[in-house]
């Protein structure tokens, strides 16, 4: 069974950085392929923030860009979010989500919350 170890999320100030890491085990020997983090703010839609594939090539969200940076370490099956110079726009919880298999089976984390505010 697939689990997700997702942690790094709290309050912040904005103009502030929080590092969010997402642990992805029981793949079942499978490979873990692409990996990312979604977020979904209070009466809003769940978005895409940035995905790494697994030869670390990287996409983001315009929003975004030049402010967060998303990592992975293939041999702990983590990946990572550096969020810097965060904005109250940026509240939301934010998933973690791995596609895993031949067929790049999406998996998703519970989540993990944050708040930007002063």
């Known amino acids: 069974q697939v689990q997700f170890v997702e942690s790094g999320g709290g309050s912040v100030q904005p103009g502030g950085s929080l590092r969010l890491s997402c642990a992805v085990s029981g793949s079942g020997g499978f490979s873990i392929n692409a990996m990312g983090w979604h977020r979904q703010a209070p009466g809003k839609e769940r978005e895409l923030v940035a995905i790494?594939?697994?030869?670390?090539?990287?996409n983001y969200a315009d929003s975004v860009k030049g402010r967060f940076t998303i990592s992975r370490d293939n041999a702990k099956n983590t990946v990572y979010l550096q969020m810097n110079s965060l904005k109250p726009e940026d509240t939301a919880v934010y998933y973690c989500?791995?596609?895993?298999?031949?067929?790049?089976?999406?998996?998703w984390g519970k989540g993990t919350l944050v708040t930007v505010s002063s």
């Open positions: 989500n791995a596609l895993i298999g031949d067929f790049f089976r999406p998996y």
């Open positions: 790494i594939s697994s030869g670390s090539s990287t």
